[in-house]
T-cell receptor, first 116, second 114 residues
Framework: DQQVKQNSPSLSVQEGRISILNCDYT??????FLWYKKYPAEGPTFLIS?????DKNEDGRFTVFLNKSAKHLSLHIVPSQPGDSAVYFC???????????????FGSGTQLTVLP | DSGVTQTPKHLITATGQRVTLRCSPR?????VYWYQQSLDQGLQFLIQ???????AKGNILERFSAQQFPDLHSELNLSSLELGDSALYFC?????????????FGPGTRLLVL
């Protein structure tokens, strides 16, 4: 049962245009969401996060939008650059039962290719 | 550079063998997480330690075990290895307290079981 889904395995955009990566989740207990970028042969690198008390968070060229009613979040990259080409993972976190620790549940990733 | 280190970077071994993967968290981070990424898969949470104690378990096989030492480094032990255990293994660490939920990942260990 995939609780976090990234339905697009790949996305290609032109340099300078907007990249929009999407993520859906099913667990209503998730209250914190993160995006990671991963280059081949490297570990995931944290990009941006958002708490469920917000619907938007912005950091430079990266903006994350959260639609709680639709259980949907998206990452916008504007403008896209060739160096942004990587696999992007969304992840979600919920407080564990009985106050136990949080853990991250990851989507399967979207390969973004930014064409020069 | 996330500040999380993992050794070795690559590991090739045979079925039935046992290996140990090592992780050093960022300075000051008490939590260490282990993840497995198989081919074309997302990252699957295996286990978490906090200040030497096991805190949460995910999809970790009984053949796998982990521990966190007093200096906060962690080791993931994989035994009776099978071909299907070939994967990337990542560790991550997280700051403690407040609303810190971001995990910072190491570069990973690529395990190949032949």
């Amino acid at each position: 049962d995939q609780q976090v889904k990234q339905n697009s395995p790949s996305l290609s955009v032109q340099e300078g245009r907007i990249s929009i990566l999407n993520c859906d989740y099913t667990n209503s207990m998730f209250d914190y969401f993160l995006w990671y970028k991963k280059y081949p042969a490297e570990g995931p690198t944290f990009l941006i996060s958002i708490s469920s008390i917000k619907d938007k968070n912005e950091d430079g060229r990266f903006t994350v939008f959260l639609n709680k009613s639709a259980k949907h979040l998206s990452l916008h990259i504007v403008p896209s650059q060739p160096g942004d080409s990587a696999v992007y993972f969304c992840a979600a976190s919920a407080r564990g039962s009985s106050g136990s620790a949080r853990q991250l549940t990851f989507g399967s990733g979207t390969q973004l290719t930014v064409l020069p | 550079d996330s500040g999380v280190t993992q050794t070795p970077k690559h590991l090739i071994t045979a079925t039935g063998q046992r290996v140990t993967l090592r992780c050093s968290p960022r300075s000051g981070d008490l939590s260490v997480y282990w993840y497995q990424q198989s081919l074309d898969q997302g990252l699957q949470f295996l286990i978490q330690y906090y200040n030497g104690e096991e805190r949460a378990k995910g999809n970790i096989l009984e053949r796998f075990s982990a521990q966190q030492f007093p200096d906060l480094h962690s080791e993931l032990n994989l035994s009776s290895l099978e071909l299907g255990d070939s994967a990337l293994y990542f560790c991550a660490s997280k700051a403690s307290g407040g609303s810190q939920e971001t995990q910072y990942f190491g570069p990973g260990t690529r395990l190949l079981v032949l």
